[in-house]
């Protein structure tokens, strides 16, 4: 499974991207898929999660109301829609597929729980 992550950016302050991550060689029907970003000098945090079944998705405090995680089956793809972007979402951002088939709790959070990682997009936001 190769997971590639695009539409990272430089942008100003309050603008938007959006962020897509495709798979190839398999597919995220059925799996629980994550973002996750590092900022320079800062360890991983969680940034958003769809579980499988598409009935949940949870955000990190500080993206909430400003990033949406949704996904196109039809295509593999995920996405994560950021608006009002901050110089504090400046990142590396990552796209993973969660370990498990059809799973979904609130280990969701914890960047352990996926196993398929994306090779990142760099978005930075200028002030």
């Known amino acids: 499974v190769q997971l590639q992550a695009s539409g990272g950016g430089l942008v100003q302050a309050g603008e938007s991207l959006r962020l897509s991550c495709t798979a190839s060689?398999?597919?995220?029907?059925?799996?629980?898929m994550g973002w996750f970003r590092q900022a320079p000098g800062k360890e991983r945090e969680f940034v958003a999660v769809?579980?499988?079944?598409?009935?949940?998705?949870k955000y990190a405090d500080s993206v909430k109301g400003r990033f949406t995680i949704s996904r196109d089956i039809a295509k593999n793809t995920v996405f994560l829609q950021m608006n009002s972007l901050k110089p504090e979402d400046t990142a590396l951002y990552h796209c993973?597929?969660?370990?498990?088939?059809?799973?979904?709790?609130?280990?969701?959070?914890?960047?352990?729980?996926?196993?398929?990682w994306g090779q990142g997009t760099l978005v930075t936001v200028s002030s």
């Open positions: 060689g398999s597919t995220f029907s059925g799996y629980t």
């Open positions: 993973a597929r969660h370990r498990r088939r059809q799973y979904y709790d609130n280990t969701a959070y914890y960047s352990g729980e996926y196993d398929y």
């Open positions: 769809d579980s499988y079944s598409g009935r949940t998705t």
